[in-house]
């Protein structure tokens, strides 16, 4: 008895939870129960096969630890499957990359004072859609790469458009005694020194479903992509043109990763999850929230939480959702640096709020502030 639907959609989930899944044992149980014939068996290991040679020839010289989350074709039996869509998970993905983050785990973040407080009383940190990030090519500069008459490649910019919604970013710079100092960053997003840093620690290293990374700057940094493209276009012409057929999406994380050259004074680190829906639709995870950004429009955010205000630490349901917590990683404030355009005056008063919150919250870190000669010392 053969096949009795037109179509086969087939799913194949690699490294779920950590644990990666024998490709031939889960689908054995597929083949058994849905009486296909053994040329189909044989046809349906050789396109998943085909998945996981893309894996080893085009994405492992580049990103070494890089794996599929999930992976679906579509197909008519008997016939091999002419691509594939397919999605690559989080975990470990850019490490033995050029965008590891090999550090210590220990950031600075600049805000305005407004900011500050928002974040200590909230109990959260913000992390953005990329729709709402201040460069607004994000995502597209990378995308010059494949700017060609190749359809392989082709990105539809209303696609990118509607992925912004789907990515959510926090981004950091690396705790040092140049980076406390830098009067680029001071300016733009230290209210002009008269907001704060705010040093903190993530004490949970490679939280799952999260991304942390290097960004990368200018065209010459291009070359992890590049390189994808030529091994992928090498891959399609070798192999009847397999090849994922939601490749804007498909490389989206690297994407986020690359930035213009003249941000490059940032040396930024980043923090990406992934999210996904459908446009028009809502996200469901209860950490995503939409709120007005300071150009008056509504945009998606998601919180991650300070460590001990998680709601989760407090609800009877604290049982069930550690599985959340430790997807998450744990933000450890560990110091708040006063910007040097801060009158002395207004230094105390703000000196005296902060400690107040400190003892609501039950919060650690220290209070320094910052002089026009750049020396860092702390307020008593």
Same mark, same amino acid.
């Given at each position: 008895m053969g096949v009795e639907w037109k179509f086969a959609l087939l799913c194949l989930f690699i490294n779920s939870n950590s644990k990666?899944?024998?490709?031939?044992?889960?689908?054995?149980?597929?083949?058994?129960?849905?009486?296909?014939?053994? =040329?189909?068996?044989?046809?349906?290991?050789?396109?998943?096969?085909?998945?996981?040679?893309?894996?080893r /020839?085009?994405?492992?010289?580049? !990103?070494?630890? $890089?794996?599929?989350?999930?992976?679906?074709?579509?197909?008519?039996?008997?016939?091999?499957?002419?691509?594939?869509?397919?999605?690559?998970s989080p975990i470990h993905l850019l490490k033995g990359s050029v965008y590891e983050y090999k550090g210590d785990n220990s950031f600075i973040h600049y805000s305005s004072l407004f900011g500050l407080k928002a974040i200590l009383e909230s109990g959260f940190l913000r992390m953005? *859609?990329?729709?709402?990030?201040?460069?607004?090519? @994000?995502?597209?500069f990378a995308s010059i790469i494949f700017e060609d008459n190749n359809s392989l490649f082709r990105i539809d910019e209303d696609t990118i458009t509607v992925l912004k @919604?789907?990515?959510?970013?926090?981004?950091?710079?690396?705790?040092?005694?140049?980076?406390?100092?830098?009067?680029?960053?001071?300016?733009?997003?230290?209210d002009k020194g008269k907001g704060a840093i705010i040093e903190l620690k993530l004490t949970k290293k490679d939280p799952e479903f999260f991304i942390q990374?290097?960004?990368?700057?200018?065209? /010459?940094? !291009?070359?992890?992509?590049? *390189?994808?493209?030529?091994?992928?276009?090498? #891959? $399609?012409?070798?192999?009847?043109?397999?090849?994922?057929?939601? #490749? $804007?999406?498909?490389?989206?994380?690297?994407? $986020?990763?690359?930035?213009?050259?003249?941000?490059?004074i940032e040396n930024e680190v980043r923090f990406l999850m992934k999210e996904n829906k459908q446009q028009y639709d809502e996200h469901k995870l209860e950490t995503i929230y939409r709120d007005i950004n300071s150009n008056q429009e509504v945009k998606?955010?998601?919180?991650?939480?300070?460590?001990?205000?998680?709601?989760y630490l407090n609800s009877d349901q604290t049982k069930n959702n550690r599985k959340v917590l430790d997807e998450f990683p744990q933000v450890e404030i560990k110091r708040v640096i006063l910007g040097f355009n801060?009158?002395?005056?207004?230094?105390?008063?703000?000196?005296?709020?902060?400690?107040?919150?400190?003892? =609501?919250?039950?919060y650690d870190f220290e209070?320094? =502030?910052?002089?026009?000669?750049?020396?860092?010392?702390?307020m008593r």
């Open positions: 990666t899944i024998n490709l031939f044992n889960y689908f054995s149980v597929f083949i058994k129960t849905s009486n296909i014939h053994m =040329q189909d068996n044989e046809r349906i290991f050789s396109d998943f096969e085909n998945v996981d040679k893309f894996k /020839e085009v994405l492992n010289p580049i !990103l070494p630890k $890089a794996k599929f989350s999930s992976c679906f074709m579509q197909s008519t039996p008997g016939v091999p499957a002419d691509d594939f869509s397919g999605q690559l953005s *859609e990329f729709g709402n990030i201040m460069d607004k090519k @994000e995502l597209n @919604e789907n990515i959510f970013c926090l981004s950091l710079c690396e705790s040092n005694e140049e980076t406390k100092r830098n009067d680029f960053m001071w300016e733009v997003y230290g990374g290097k960004v990368l700057y200018g065209n /010459e940094k !291009l070359n992890s992509i590049r *390189e994808i493209k030529n091994l992928t276009e090498k #891959f $399609a012409a070798e192999n009847n043109n397999f090849i994922p057929n939601n #490749f $804007a999406e498909f490389l989206i994380e690297l994407q $986020a990763f690359h930035k213009s050259k003249r941000y490059s998606y955010f998601n919180k991650l939480f300070l460590k001990g205000r998680h709601p801060i009158s002395i005056e207004n230094k105390v008063d703000i000196y005296t709020l902060l400690n107040k919150i400190k003892v =609501q919250h039950n209070i320094s =502030q910052i002089n026009d000669d750049k020396e860092i010392f702390p």
